[in-house]
């Protein structure tokens, strides 16, 4: 274990990180990306710092295989995307880059500051960058070239320990972004860290700021859940610590009705799960549709003319079940087109048939007029 110094005010060295080999950390450097690996090669042999960050240095710990990559650097934006071909900057609050390489895309973000707190967007140094990540877990940068782990935070002896440790002060922490508070509750799940006592205080206490979250966050989180294959143990976590709510309303109604609506949701997100596991797919219309699919069999019972008016009563059904997500539209008609069953066609009643009279002939006697008078000879009196 080395450990990495920085001079402090008074001109003394002090301590800022740990920095773990490989025999330390454990991390096996052959299951590391090729093109992530590639990027940071890059990167550094232009001059800058680079490092694997947040999740994928998180799972490669826990043995697993990562989804995607982040990359951190001390490049600026514009500078990165000078670097690679394929690559475009996105973002307005926090600008950062997206590399493609084939179908994927690596994040590329640059160093931020502390200096206007942790959800500020200037440019800062890698030790302030740590301070600003949300839990220790999240907050380790690993170097596959040098095949070492940076700890500015203490967060792989967190992880030893099981333990879902915040970075940001508790009083700051879920005030300055709720949406921290879903996440805090997604990584427990994914990884079966205990939350700490005042974790799970601050957490109750600061319940109700979600509800002025974006919206476009809380359908980034969501999205983040139904992909998570473990989306029935978070949603059932979220209902636990009152924060189900604003993100999934439609759910949580399910969930709290009790008998067997409250049963057949509680099948959906185990079906929803298995497929996932299974199927690695992360079609959003292949997954909506599972918690859908309630709502939609309500809409079918209603009565329609015809099965045109029929989905278009599943499509609003579902459409309010998900509020106030904004899924994309192509997405929900997607998932309703999955569990939608058209109605039989209604037949219409047959009338009896009603037989024509005709018309009789001229001069023909109408027997419905009785017999006219003939002209019969008689006897004068």
Known sequence: MLVRYQT????????????????????????????????????????????IVG???????????????????????????????RSRIIGKRFRLVHVYVGERVY?????????????GNTYGTIDE???????????????????????????????????????????????????????AVKYAVATGFVIPFMTRHAIRKNASLLEGASVSRLGEEANKILYSGNAGGIIEELLRYRLLSPIMPGIEAALLSGGSRAARMRESLRDLDEYVVETGD??????LSFIVREAVSDAEALPAEDA???????????RTFLFPLTMPRVEV????????????????????RRRRRRKPPTGAVDPSQGVPPTDVPHDDD
Not at 21 to 48: K, M
Not at 282 to 287: C, Q, R, S
Request: charged fraction near 30%.
């Open 282 to 287: 992360k079609k959003l219309g292949m997954l």
């Open 129 to 183: 960058d740590a301070k600003r990540r949300d839990f220790s877990m999240n907050a380790l940068y690993f170097d596959p070239l040098e095949r070492k782990l940076v700890d500015y935070v203490g967060g792989l002896k967190d992880m030893r320990a099981h333990r879902l440790v915040p970075v940001i002060p508790l009083k700051t922490i879920f005030v300055e972004d709720p949406v921290r508070m879903i996440r």
């Open 308 to 318: 045109q008016i029929a989905y278009r009563n599943a499509l609003d059904a579902a």
């Open 55 to 85: 999740g994928a240095v998180r799972d490669l710990i826990l043995g697993r295989s990562p989804k995607d990559y982040d990359i951190v650097t001390d490049a600026e934006p514009p500078r990165i995307k000078k670097l690679f071909y």
């Open 333 to 352: 008609e997607a998932a309703v087109r999955l569990v939608f069953k058209a109605p039989e066609p209604r037949q219409k009643p047959k009338r009896p």
């Open 8 to 51: 402090g005010p008074d001109g003394k060295p002090v301590k800022k990180a740990i920095v773990y080999t490989q025999g330390e950390h454990g991390i096996d450097p052959n299951v590391v990306d090729p093109d992530a690996v590639r990027i940071l090669e890059r990167l550094r042999n232009s001059g800058y710092a680079a490092y």
């Open 107 to 119: 994040e590329v973000s640059t160093f931020r500051s502390i200096a206007n707190g942790t959800i």
